[in-house]
């Protein structure tokens, strides 16, 4: 449930978003009558990823934006060097699930099988289905220096996320992912029930609509752990905010990817775990 209190209602609530659905509940109050209600719920889908005609992972995600979806986590964990290299992108519902169908180049498809991820991914699962620790922690580019951030637009960038979170606003059970250019607008923003599939989906945005990585920062309603940085280096953007706090690892990581951690970020100021230079007041 949401954390506002649903309002009783006899009828069913307009058609929900891809992301939400509507479910009756029963309201129950300390020293009070119980009474029923409507809420609004995140939706949680099976959502199998297939390469050229052969399943790679099963994914717990929001069936929304799945095209983002397919183009960012082929990106993000590098099954594909470029957007260019995905041909199409095809969705239909499977059972309680929906299929995703990906075309990229034969040579892409037989790398990824020898990797053998066929697994299921759980929501909260960045690395669901790897088996060698060595393909966990795969090398990761060397992110381009850039130009200082100035603090206030990691905060502007931070305080405008909230509003835009429709799907979390009304369930209040999803995570978001943002990109927000250098003086902290935020240009695109996709939702999750599973925080590494919203910034699986904001890369795929990102690179649809040909946003330079470099142009900007993300910015996750998340803690930033290392398959976060991962994904933000493979995609090659030099800034990762945070609101909750980073992990040990993914300090480790970015420092040596020369990507920028600011967490504890909630709109008064954050603080910076790796790369401080790249922040100015």
């Known amino acids: 449930m949401s954390d506002a209190a649903p309002v009783a209602s006899t009828s069913l609530p307009a058609e929900p978003t891809a992301a939400t659905t509507a479910a009756e509940v ?65 969705t239909e519902p499977v059972g309680a699930g929906i299929a995703v169908a990906i075309q990229i180049p034969d040579v892409r498809a037989r790398a990824l099988r020898a990797r053998s991820r066929n697994l299921p991914g759980r929501t909260g699962c960045g690395l669901c289905g790897v088996t060698e620790i060595e393909t966990a922690l795969r090398p990761l580019p060397n992110v381009p220096a850039t130009l200082p951030y100035p603090a206030g637009a990691i905060d502007t960038a931070v305080n405008a996320i909230a509003p835009l979170q429709a799907a979390n606003r009304a369930s209040g059970a999803l995570h978001a992912a943002a990109f927000a250019d250098r003086q902290g607008r935020v240009l695109t923003l996709r939702e999750d029930v599973g925080r590494h599939n919203a910034l699986d989906k904001l890369i795929g945005s990102l690179a649809r609509a040909a946003i330079a990585p470099t142009a900007g920062f993300v910015v996750v309603t998340s803690r930033c752990s290392m398959e976060m940085v991962q994904k933000t280096a493979t995609f090659g953007c030099p800034m990762i905010v945070a609101l ?27 603080n910076v775990y790796s790369h401080a230079e790249t922040v100015t007041s």
Do not use: K, Q
């Open 26 to 90: 029963t309201r129950v109050v300390p020293a009070g009558p119980s009474a029923r209600a409507w809420d609004t719920l995140a939706v949680e889908t099976p959502v199998a990823l297939r390469y050229n005609g052969t399943s790679h992972v099963v994914m717990m995600a929001s069936p929304a934006d799945l095209v983002d979806f397919a183009y960012g986590f082929s990106l993000a964990e590098g099954v594909v060097a470029g957007a260019d290299e995905v041909s199409a992108v095809t």
């Open 244 to 270: 909750s706090a980073p992990t040990a690892l993914a300090v480790r990581l970015a420092d040596r990817a020369n990507i920028t951690v600011c967490a504890f970020a909630r709109g008064a100021g954050c």
